[in-house]
């Protein structure tokens, strides 16, 4: 098992990493929690694959645990739902010392996090993230919240668990596509923090995608180390935070203007990713070829890196990014890249240069 610690004063805390971890989570939480009472939170496609194995090894650790199931999908982000489970734990006399374990993908853990930080003005909370996206980012750094019909994570906190356990043998349920779109998260921290991880990935990308275990846990527990280095240093997102950002102005469009499902967040950071790449080519002088092997690697991860777009649909991934919570004044900021490892933010790019690198993510047509 590899630990990486989140350090944020007397709010640190662990992220286990390993094998087999779901039968360790009575254990680990014995160690930190005084109240015998707990909730575990998890969603219609999870609980029947792990909530037996999490409430097992609970039990055996003298806790006394109650499972809440959510129907699994973004929209369990949302009040209706929170308001629920508010009252789910009103009606199970959750106390303050009681703990909630969130056991699922980065929907749970952002809905079980803020139900933690809120309820009774805040209760303990474990991650126990079930998809490479929630294992390598969303766990990780303390965001919680839920969605508002006017847009994502619009009500949230900041509040951290107890600690976090990473189970790498939960990933081998995870479907193809959902598992490759946390490869894009991977990829990103390669390039924001760590030319040789990057290299690490272009190497193992094989392996990774047979999901062999120590591939995996080396890079996993590297992406929660570089999380928790960025965080550490900048817990509320005054400023190094949003390096974590690099390919998301533009991914976050791409969802946002194709609707929600058409993409999934990590498909659209790689297609974002590939044109933050062509701007840091334009603005910072990142060489060719790296730029080429930052395309070649999504590639090679499965992901998406064109986009077929009309007029108008580029029109509107353009005018969505203007709109994004982190524009400021209608100002759009990129995170862009120098070198593959050295990134830099709050880069101002020209209007026609944005237009063009969107214009250029037309797939190239077939020769022969
Ligand atoms: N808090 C943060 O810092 C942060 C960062 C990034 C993303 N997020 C949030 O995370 C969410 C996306 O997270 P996600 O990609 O994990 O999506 P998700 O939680 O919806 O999980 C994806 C799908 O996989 C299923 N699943 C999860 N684990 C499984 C397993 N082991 N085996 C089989 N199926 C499994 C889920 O039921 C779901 O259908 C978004 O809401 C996003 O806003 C938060
Ligand atoms: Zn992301």
Do not use: W
């Not at 894009?184 to 275990?213: C, H, S, W």
């Amino acid at each position: 098992m590899r630990a990486v610690t989140v350090g944020l004063g007397d709010r640190s805390y662990p992220i286990l990493i390993g094998s087999g971890l779901l039968r360790r989570v009575g254990t680990e939480c014995a160690r930190r929690h005084e109240g015998r009472k707990c909730v575990i939170v998890s969603d219609s496609n999870v609980a029947p694959l792990y909530a037996s194995r999490v409430i097992q090894s609970l039990k055996s650790a003298k806790f006394d645990p109650e499972l809440i199931t959510v129907k699994a999908g973004e929209k369990a982000k949302s009040l209706k739902v929170l308001q629920a489970c508010y009252d789910r734990l009103a009606e199970l006399r959750l106390e303050r010392k009681s703990f909630i374990v969130a056991l699922g993908g980065g929907v749970v853990g952002d809905l079980a996090g803020f139900l933690a930080a809120t309820y009774m003005r805040g209760v303990p909370f474990v991650q126990v993230p079930t998809t490479l996206l929630a294992q390598v980012d969303s766990s990780v750094g303390g965001k919680v919240g839920i969605n508002l019909d006017a847009g994502k994570n619009l009500v949230g906190a900041f509040y951290q668990p107890g600690f976090v356990l990473c189970d790498l043998s939960a990933l081998e349920t995870l479907p193809d596509r959902e598992f490759r779109a946390g490869l894009g998260e991977v990829i990103k921290y390669g390039i924001i923090y760590d030319a040789p991880l990057f290299a690490q990935l272009e190497r193992d990308m094989p392996k990774l995608l047979k999901r062999n275990t120590p591939a995996l846990a080396s890079v996993v527990a590297r992406c929660c180390e570089i999380k928790s280095e960025v965080v550490g240093q900048d817990e509320t997102e005054s400023g190094l935070r949003a390096i974590l950002n690099f390919g998301h102005t533009i991914g976050h469009a791409i969802e946002a203007a194709f609707g929600y499902g058409r993409f999934l967040h990590g498909e659209a950071v790689s297609i974002g990713s590939v044109a933050a790449a062509q701007l840091s080519q334009e603005i910072l002088g990142l060489p060719e070829n790296e730029a080429r092997r930052i395309t070649a690697l999504f590639n090679a991860a499965g992901l998406p890196t064109t986009l077929k777009l009309t007029a108008s649909q580029r029109a509107k991934v353009i005018h969505t990014m203007t709109l994004d919570k982190k524009a400021s004044a209608g100002q759009v900021k990129f995170v862009l890249a120098r070198r593959i490892g050295q990134v830099e933010f709050g880069q101002k790019a020209p209007a026609d240069l944005v237009n063009a690198t969107i214009k250029n993510l037309q797939p190239s047509p077939q020769i022969g």
